[in-house]
């Protein structure tokens, strides 16, 4: 059964600084990993989608990295804003058996981002 | 992208009563939704599966008879909780998967509060 954990839990980090959230997996047999982003009784936000034949991808300032063999995804913010501020959702499809597909979460990573 | 729609965004009831949640594709059709639930710093959990047409299929621990999803449309799903209880209230989420490229989009969430 896949288990999907993100380090850490809680993030504050102040107005400009760069930061990396952590993401890890443990079934490595995974059809691609996304990123989201949850604001306080919202739903999801899609930031970035990686298939599991790419190692990285890029949005603005964002940026994740797929390493499949070792279970890790990073997400790396540049020169965080306030607005960042919100919780961010790892996910991953994985296969889960007669040709359907099955999404599993981590808990998040809350981020607050001081001005 | 794509709109996913759910209604009501927010909604309290009292304890024994009934509670229906729409979860529309506004822009797209959606061969399948899948309905997940997330109780505070939790990560999602999926609830079930549900086809346009057929029976949905149910987590392991989900109640189907408690939790009774209908996809009558390719274009509408709805969950009813029915004979809610507090335990119940939780953050309920809809996520489609569109017709052509199997993509997903998540609606904005329906916070049930059951008093």
């Known amino acids: 059964k896949q288990e999907v954990t993100q380090i850490p839990a809680a993030l504050s980090v102040p107005e400009g600084e760069n930061l990396v959230l952590n993401c890890s997996f443990t079934d490595s047999a995974i059809y691609n990993l996304q990123w989201f982003r949850q604001d306080p009784g919202k739903g999801l936000t899609s930031l970035l989608l990686?298939?599991?034949?790419?190692r990285e991808q890029t949005s603005g300032r964002l940026n994740a990295s797929l390493d499949k063999s070792s279970g890790r995804s990073t997400l790396y913010i540049a020169a965080s804003q306030p607005g960042d501020s919100a919780t961010y959702l790892c996910a991953v499809k994985g296969y889960s058996g007669a040709g359907s597909y099955q999404l599993t979460f981590g808990k998040g990573t809350k981020l607050s981002v001081i001005p | 992208g794509a709109v996913v729609s759910q209604h009501p965004s927010w909604v309290i009831c009292k304890s024994g009563t009934s509670v229906k949640i729409e979860c529309r594709s506004l822009?797209?059709?959606?061969?399948?939704m899948f309905w997940y639930r997330q109780f505070p710093k939790q990560s999602l959990m999926l609830m079930a599966t549900s086809n346009e047409g057929s029976k949905a299929t149910y987590e392991q621990g989900v109640e189907k008879d408690k939790f009774l999803i209908n996809h009558a449309s390719l274009t509408l799903s709805t969950l009813t909780v029915t004979s809610a209880h507090p335990e119940d209230s939780s953050f309920y989420i809809c996520?489609?998967?569109?017709?052509?490229?199997?993509?997903?989009?998540f609606g904005e969430g329906s916070r049930l509060t059951v008093l």
């Open positions: 822009d797209f059709q959606a061969t399948t």
């Open positions: 990686i298939q599991s034949s790419q």
């Open positions: 996520s489609a998967r569109t017709r052509d490229t199997g993509e997903l989009f």
